[in-house]
């Protein structure tokens, strides 16, 4: 069977339209590769080859599900590897881990990161210089210390001489089920005209992720399903119970956003049993061909800590198309927009309307969803 891998890496694409050379990515703290699967389909769809150069994880399962699917096992501990050793790349693609920035630091740039992992993905970008990057993180990223720390981030990806912006985005708003908020920075060396994606993409119905024929012992307890019921009455349609830290319960045609950390009881399908790991992968848009290689535990823990694939790809495929990395075949009207830099970050306008603004760090838009009882 070829694995997206395969594909993406082949020759039978063009950069630019023009030479077949692949584009080259690192992925840094890569986990499980969602963002590398969503490069890797991209790459398949628009006719250009992409090959990773390097990835890295300080997680042994994270490593072991990464080299199982795509056939190379990541480095470990970023902090131990020299800038100059990772090989030379055109994006820079990182889901990277949330530290808590001082706030005492003077100099607010690049030098005040140092001891965050953000850092290291700061001291790559000085020394490597890549065209591009993309990063991932929680949504409360953009609120956290009143907002002082994606300034510092902001004002470091300045000081390195990037044009970067960032924009929050719902999973619900790209075709999966699941209502997970996640912060997205992109940035180039070289401004341009890139355009946020606007989502919109109708939701895949929850029981197109639901697996038949369960066995028993994802079930819960007589015990935990009498006090659900307790709390929420039976819907016809499928439904993810959701209990918070409250304990009430609420029932949803998606799921709530999958957490690492969180109780197994935390979601209940129905009301009644826990998300089987290939339940988990599909809402965090994972392919079934994913290999499953780590126990129920671990693969939990790695599906809550991944991005969505979906949301990743569009992303990633504005930022081919801003940077023409496609084939010639592709459909685009980049001459609709134009770019402006405003206070060092960059702008996006489509022609009497303006795009980009600045992501509000709010809980995003209420879900209201609308379930029948039985």
């Not at 050793?85 to 100099?107: E, K, N, T, V, Y």
């Not at 306008?349 to 980009?356: A, N």
Request: net charge positive.
């Amino acid at each position: 069977m070829v694995s997206y891998s395969d594909m993406a890496n082949s020759n039978t694409g063009n950069n630019n339209g023009k030479n077949g050379k692949a584009i080259r990515f690192i992925d840094l703290f890569c986990g499980i590769g969602g963002f590398r699967i969503a490069i890797e389909q991209l790459a398949c769809e628009l006719g250009t080859p992409v090959k990773c150069v390097f990835s890295c994880d300080i997680d042994d399962a994270c490593k072991e599900a990464y080299e199982a699917n795509f056939g190379e096992k990541p480095a470990g501990d970023i902090t131990a590897i020299r800038a100059n050793d990772i090989p030379d790349h055109d994006i820079l693609l990182a889901g990277f881990p949330c530290q808590p920035f001082s706030i005492i630091g003077h100099r607010k740039g690049f030098e005040d990161t140092r001891g965050t992992l953000f850092f290291e993905i700061a001291r790559i970008l000085e020394a490597k210089k890549p065209k591009a990057f993309v990063l991932e993180n929680v949504k409360l990223l953009a609120g956290h210390n009143n907002g002082k720390t994606l300034k510092r981030i902001m004002t470091a990806l300045k000081e390195l001489g990037y044009h970067a912006d960032f924009r929050i985005f719902n999973a619900l708003d790209f075709g999966l089920p699941q209502k997970r908020e996640r912060i997205f920075i992109v940035g180039f060396k070289k401004a341009c005209s890139f355009d946020w994606p606007k989502g919109g993409i109708p939701m895949t119905p929850l029981k197109d992720i639901l697996e038949k024929n369960v066995p028993e012992q994802y079930y819960a307890s007589d015990y935990i399903k009498k006090n659900r019921l307790k709390k929420q009455k039976p819907t016809k349609e499928p439904t993810i119970w959701h209990e918070n830290k409250a304990g009430h319960i609420s029932a949803y045609p998606f799921s709530c956003a999958l957490r690492a950390g969180a109780s197994y009881n935390y979601l209940l399908v129905n009301g009644e049993r826990r998300l089987t790991m290939r339940e988990m992968l599909r809402l965090q848009g994972f392919p079934d061909s994913y290999q499953i290689v780590c126990n129920y535990s671990q693969t939990r823990k790695q599906a809550g800590n991944s991005l969505p694939v979906p949301v990743a790809k569009a992303i990633l495929k504005n930022l081919f198309i801003a940077q023409r990395w496609h084939s010639d075949h592709v459909e685009y009207e980049l001459n609709n927009y134009e770019y402006q830099m405003i206070d060092g970050q960059m702008r996006i306008f489509e022609r009497g309307e303006r795009y980009g603004r600045r992501a509000k760090a709010t809980n995003g838009r209420e879900i209201q969803a609308t379930v029948s009882v039985k």
